[in-house]
């Protein structure tokens, strides 16, 4: 019997807000926050790169924290984080298996596909130890 992976749940209009701020910072990664209520996206909060490169990312503290008292206000949480690769695949590098904090879901965005952009979820149960989860978009 085949083992279903775990799933993450994303608005389509949350999904379409990832992708197009991948595509308006490239050649730059972008990043931001993903906001909802557990494993289900219901928005996300876009987030300065303070590192303002190609290949890494630090989300902006300042708008980590407008996002967490935009998000409480609304009853919901942050849920996880978000980032793009502008050239290379949606899967985890070693800076990001460095850098990007457990406990959390993240969510990453290939632009390497001029066409159509290549998403990724991932869950972080601990620092570097991303594991694959199922996509699911909800309208």
């Excluded at 490239?26 to 931001?32: I, N, R, T």
């Excluded at 989300?59 to 206000?73: S, T």
């Excluded at 996880?80 to 899967?91: F, I, R, W």
């Excluded at 130890?129 to 199922?134: C, I, K, R, S, V």
Aim: charged share 25%.
């Amino acid at each position: 019997m085949p083992v279903t992976p775990p799933t993450l749940a994303i608005r389509q209009s949350a999904f379409d807000d990832l992708v197009a701020h991948a595509r308006e910072e490239a050649p730059h990664e972008c990043c931001g926050v993903l906001i909802g209520r557990g494993p289900c996206v219901e928005r996300v909060a876009r987030a300065r790169n303070r590192a303002r490169s190609p290949a890494r990312f630090l989300v902006d503290p300042r708008d980590q924290i407008a996002a967490l008292k935009r998000a409480r206000a609304a009853g919901e949480v942050i849920v996880g984080y978000y980032h793009s690769h502008p050239t290379s695949l949606p899967e985890p590098s070693e800076t990001d298996r460095r850098e990007v904090p457990p406990g959390e879901y993240h969510v990453i965005v290939s632009l390497r596909a001029a066409e159509s952009a290549d998403v990724r979820a991932y869950a972080l149960p601990s620092q570097g130890n991303f594991l694959p989860l199922a996509l699911v978009r909800l309208p």
